[in-house]
């Protein structure tokens, strides 16, 4: 006769049971959301392309989803022909990685669409401004690099907060302890002392109330427009933003976890 299970024998068992259960689970939610995050990213990718190569996805304004996949796919063009419920995710993935990379080549401003103020500022900063750069320079980079257009009200709060996060550091080139030669000059010798430096040595006007002032009356305005845009001469004050971490391409924040 067998002998009955005891009731901590039962409870032990049923421990073991549903830790099996649930490990078999886990490991099934971890497939489920590792498909899902790819499915978000396809979506994303989708998102970002224009009218006529978002419809080969069957994504049309106007047309509102029935929640059915067979419906939703019949209610526009498919991919490739195919309903869109009998391709696998994978396939699914690898076919609109190629429609994007082909609309990138017709349009190289697409990749950029998706990225937050905060990235395009550590992207230009990286890719074009290893020796810094002022708010205006980052404005009218992101403008012409990257076809996106930010206003200064914008921007300004987001290089705050990168500078809080320790991504970015705001400083003044007129620093002793920035590279590179420069002539710390007062604006009567301009003239002289441009003369005497090789050109594209930088020249620093120090903290002299008058000097700018001084200045602007030896110079046309767009001459001394563009050679404070070439950074020959660095009014007092004006400080320039550059990666806190020269070199590092901070990917948290190119790869969109950024806020």
């Given amino acids: 006769m067998d002998r009955k299970e005891t009731v901590y024998e039962m409870l032990e068992r049923r421990e073991r049971e549903l830790t099996h259960e649930l490990a078999g689970l886990k490991g099934e939610i971890d497939v489920r959301e590792n498909e899902l995050a790819h499915v978000r990213s396809a979506r994303r990718q989708i998102d970002m392309l224009g009218g006529n190569d978002a419809a080969r996805f069957g994504k049309l ?129 301009f003239n002289s002392a441009i003369r005497r430096f090789p050109l594209g040595a930088e020249l620093v006007v120090p903290d002299d109330a008058d000097a700018l002032r001084i200045l602007k009356k030896e110079l046309e305005p767009r001459e001394l427009e563009d050679l404070i845009k070439r950074r020959w001469i660095v009014p007092h004050g004006a400080g320039l933003w550059r990666l806190a971490h020269q070199g590092s391409n901070h990917p948290t924040l190119i790869e969109g976890k950024a806020g």
């Fill in 61 to 189: 304004s106007g047309v509102a989803a029935t929640g059915n996949p067979i419906e939703d796919s019949a209610s526009g063009p498919t991919l490739e022909g195919v309903v869109n419920v009998a391709i696998g995710v994978g396939s699914l993935i690898a076919k609109t990685s190629r429609i994007i990379a082909e609309a990138q080549d017709r349009n190289p401003f697409l990749q950029f669409e998706g990225l937050t103020i905060k990235q395009l500022i550590v992207k230009a900063l990286g890719d074009h401004f290893l020796n810094g750069a002022s708010a205006s320079e980052l404005r009218d980079f992101i403008e012409n690099a990257y076809d996106r257009n930010i206003e200064r009200s914008s921007l300004t709060p987001q290089l705050s907060r990168l500078r809080d996060e320790g991504v970015v550091e705001y400083f003044q080139p007129q620093s002793e302890t920035e590279t590179g030669p420069k002539a710390f000059v007062v604006a009567r010798q």
